[in-house]
C-alpha cells in the first residue's frame, strides 16, 4: 500500500512462576501403606496441563505415618518459583469386624481387629429414618477391640461399621471405614443358641 520496508524487534518470554498456580493431589487422603506415599499433582496454567519433570519436580515431608504430608512443587523450564500443597495419610481399612447376638438377645457384641495406625475407634449404626450412619460410641484406645451395642430392638436387623481414628494435637484423622456388618437379633422368645449368632452381607 502506502508504505514499504521491514522492521524487526524482539521481546522476551519469561518463566511463569509455580507459585501463582494451585496444584493438587488427585484425592486429599490415602490410606497409611507403611511406605512413603508418592502421589503426582495435577497442576493447569489456563487449559495447560502441566508435566511432570518437564514443568515441575516434587519433594516429599512427612508422608508416611498418619498425618498432614506436605509437597513441594518446584517449577522447571519454562516454570519456575516453588509452591506446596498438602494431602492427609489417615488409618488403613479397618478389619476383622464381627458382631454376635449376646444371651439377652437384645444386644450385639461387636468385635474387631487391632488397628495399630491409629489410637481409637469410631462406631457407627445405619439410622433407617434419616438413611445415614449415627455415631454409636467413640472409643479412645486402639487396645480396645470390643463393644456392646444394647437396648435393640428383637427380630430387627442392624448395620454396623467402624473407622479407626487417630488424634495428632488438635487434629483427628478419621480411617478407611469397614465393610457394613449387619446383624439379625431373634424374634422375643426365641432362643439366642437356636437363632444363630448372626446373619452378615
Not at 20 to 41: E, H
Not at 182 to 189: A, D, I, M
Request: hydrophobic residues 30%; proline residues 2%; charged residues 20%.
Amino acid at each position: 500500500g502506502n508504505y514499504k520496508g521491514s522492521l524487526s524487534a524482539t521481546f522476551k518470554i519469561t518463566a511463569k512462576s509455580i507459585a501463582t498456580l494451585s496444584p493438587k493431589t488427585a484425592v486429599d487422603r490415602y490410606a497409611y501403606t507403611g511406605n512413603a506415599l508418592t502421589p503426582d499433582v495435577v497442576i493447569k496454567n489456563g487449559s495447560v496441563t502441566l508435566k511432570k519433570g518437564t514443568d515441575y519436580t516434587l519433594t516429599y515431608k512427612n508422608n508416611k505415618a498418619v498425618g498432614t504430608a506436605t509437597i513441594t512443587v518446584k517449577g522447571k523450564g519454562n516454570y519456575n518459583g516453588s509452591k506446596n500443597c498438602s494431602f492427609l495419610v489417615i488409618p488403613k481399612k479397618q478389619t476383622g469386624f464381627k458382631g454376635a447376638v449376646t444371651s439377652a438377645g437384645t444386644s450385639v457384641k461387636l468385635t474387631w481387629s487391632k488397628n495399630t495406625t491409629g489410637s481409637g475407634y469410631r462406631i457407627y449404626k445405619y439410622n433407617s429414618s434419616t438413611k445415614a450412619y449415627d455415631i454409636v460410641k467413640d472409643i479412645t484406645s486402639n487396645a480396645t477391640t470390643s463393644y456392646t451395642v444394647g437396648s435393640l430392638k428383637a427380630g430387627s436387623t442392624y448395620t454396623f461399621k467402624i473407622r479407626a481414628f487417630k488424634k495428632i494435637g488438635t487434629k483427628t484423622y478419621y480411617g478407611v471405614i469397614s465393610d457394613a456388618l449387619k446383624v439379625t437379633l431373634p424374634e422375643k422368645g426365641t432362643p439366642v443358641a437356636n437363632h444363630g449368632q448372626l446373619k452378615v452381607s
